[in-house]
């Protein structure tokens, strides 16, 4: 945003009166009166401040009423500040957030080319708020907010003062009609913040199903329910979550067709066997609990009531792999230095 200049210092002449100053410059032949003039309008234009909409201005506030507030600015009249455009909240009396006397920066939404100067303090308030929404967003912070409208295509949400939009394909649960969440606060992501645009999107899927991907641990055995069955595999419901129980996870023998071995509504255990926070992904795995390969395709029950001890078998062999890698990195490393 541009600055705008800060205002001249004034010159004080010391004359009797411009009557005095004009019958002097009468009896001075040599002298160009009508010149002398044209060069006093050319300096007061000089020491004349001009603002621009977008110039941040600094200024005193010296009257409040109903209407807002009006504004020293050192410019050749006052700028007026609507009670609107006080802060970012809503605000029903202006003298409830400011004062005569209160010396601050205000932003110009409308320069003096426009008709009278009008400034905001409410758009200084939003310029932080998009930095700070920007930031969140960098940092996949999860956002609690109430949805406060809805339209055909999903939820309003009031973010600080911001109006945001979350899509109904975003919700991580289907409701009958997007109506009844207004007044619900839930858990949010921000996947674009523009302020250019005036454009906030938010997923609450995002939100949900990260905090749940995080808490699951590689090795957890947990139920859930088919949700669907693809030809790659078959996605797991567990419960606000869903995880993907690929086709060359399901058991040590070949499974040509998913749907010979899983159906929509099955109840089944599995294996968590990897897991993304920022995406919200988790692997699944029902290969490492199969007690002898292909119980899954001769007996699931079998598998699924053996699930807890294959899983405590299968972290146990994790864990002597990782101590056998890590003593031959350290007997690797003793022969090293012994050579040297």
């Known amino acids: 945003m541009r600055h705008a200049k800060a205002a001249p210092q004034r010159l004080v002449c010391s004359v009797a009166s411009l009557e005095n100053v004009d019958a002097q410059m009468d009896q001075d032949d040599s002298f160009d009166k009508d010149a002398a003039y044209r060069r006093f309008e050319e300096l007061l234009g000089d020491a004349d401040v001009s603002f621009n909409q977008g110039d941040k201005i600094t200024g005193t506030i010296f009257r409040v009423d109903n209407k807002g507030a009006f504004v020293d600015v050192g410019g050749k009249s006052a700028a007026f500040c609507p009670t609107s455009e006080l802060s970012l909240s809503p605000v029903s009396k202006a003298s409830d957030v400011v004062s005569e006397g209160t010396v601050r920066e205000f932003y110009v939404i409308r320069g003096e080319g426009y008709g009278d100067l009008t400034v905001s303090i409410r758009q200084l308030e939003l310029e932080v708020v998009w930095e700070r929404l920007k930031e969140m967003m960098a ?36 409701v009958p009609n997007f109506e009844q969440l207004i007044g619900t606060e839930m858990e949010f992501k921000i996947i674009e913040a523009d302020p ?82 920022k995406r919200g992904r988790v692997g699944l795995c029902t290969k490492k609990l199969e007690p002898t390969p292909g119980d899954m395709l001769r007996d699931p029950a079998l598998v699924y009531d053996k699930a807890e001890e294959m899983a405590e078998l299968f972290k146990k062999r994790v864990e002597a792999a990782e101590a056998a890698a890590l003593e031959g990195d350290d007997a690797s490393s003793n022969e090293e230095n012994q050579e040297a």
């Open 139 to 174: 940092e996949e912070t999860t956002i609690t907010a109430p949805v406060v409208a809805v339209n055909r295509g999903g939820v309003l949400v009031d973010v600080n003062s911001i109006r945001a939009f979350c899509p109904g394909s975003q919700l991580s649960r289907r």
């Open 196 to 277: 250019e645009k005036n454009r906030l999107m938010l997923s609450n899927k995002r939100a949900v199903t990260s905090d749940a991907a995080a808490s699951y641990n590689v090795g957890d055995v947990v139920k859930g329910t088919v949700m669907s069955v693809k030809p790659y595999g078959a996605f797991i419901d567990l419960g606000g979550i869903s995880g993907l129980l690929h086709i060359s996870q399901i058991s040590h023998d070949r499974v040509m067709d998913v749907e010979k071995v899983l159906a929509v509504g099955d109840e089944i255990k599995v294996m968590v066997l990897s897991q993304d926070q």
